[in-house]
T-cell receptor
């Protein structure tokens, strides 16, 4: 079983749909992250949760709504998205977001296409 | 503010040849530096990291990187490329923990048979 699991792997949704991305980590980590990876742009940090509390929100539009019910699960709820939101969404976890010797472990991502 | 510049969005080498992927950083404090690799249809995987110990860092799959403060560089090398090295490589810098990590734009490595 991989350390960080993301579902679904692929998602196509219309601009009026509501969908959710799911992430689960089996590493016993305390921090979880959402990143957005768009073509020809650096990886963008969206949200950070540490011990289920949101510690970072990098000016992400409200059409993206994160939820972290416990340290092992992370969701990204999507609604009224725009075509420019099409990207690979990566989930990651680490033991401690403030320690440099606590590297990120990534899932395989969800490829989102907004039509 | 920190930043990372990866020189060359695409590098192509022959199998068995030296791999050199360039990374320059900007940081106002002593940086922590990382290289991650992303294989097709997968997430990023940590290759190696520099956290102020030895300046020559060895990572997985035969890769290594050298921290050169005078040149503000952290180039990634591998003496002999293998077909399985074909992937996208990301350099990243942090002045603290993972949530302060800043990634470069990535370099796609192609290996020619």
């Amino acid at each position: 079983e991989t350390g960080v699991t993301q579902t679904p792997r692929h998602l196509v949704m219309g601009m009026t749909n509501k969908k959710s991305l799911k992430c689960e980590q089996h590493l016993g980590h305390n921090a979880m992250y959402w990143y957005k990876q768009s073509a020809k742009k650096p990886l963008e940090l969206m949200f950070v949760y540490n011990f289920k509390e949101q510690t970072e929100n990098n000016s992400v539009p409200s059409r993206f709504s994160p939820e972290c019910p416990n340290s092992s699960h992370l969701f990204l709820h999507l609604h009224t998205l725009q075509p420019e939101d099409s990207a690979l969404y990566l989930c990651a976890s680490s033991q401690d977001p403030d320690r440099v010797n606590s590297p990120l472990h990534f899932g395989n991502g969800t490829r989102l296409t907004v039509t | 503010a920190q930043s990372v510049t990866q020189l060359g969005s695409h590098v192509s080498v022959s199998e068995g040849a030296l791999v050199l992927l360039r990374c320059n950083y900007s940081s106002s404090v002593p940086p922590y530096l990382f290289w991650y690799v992303q294989y097709p249809n997968q997430g990023l995987q940590l290759l190696l990291k520099y956290t102020s110990a030895a300046t020559l860092v060895k990572g997985i799959n035969g890769f290594e990187a050298e921290f050169k403060k005078s040149e503000t560089s952290f180039h990634l090398t591998k003496p002999s490329a293998h077909m399985s090295d074909a992937a996208e490589y990301f350099c990243a810098v942090s002045d603290g923990g993972a949530q302060k990590l800043v990634f470069g734009q990535g370099t796609r490595l192609t290996i020619n048979p």
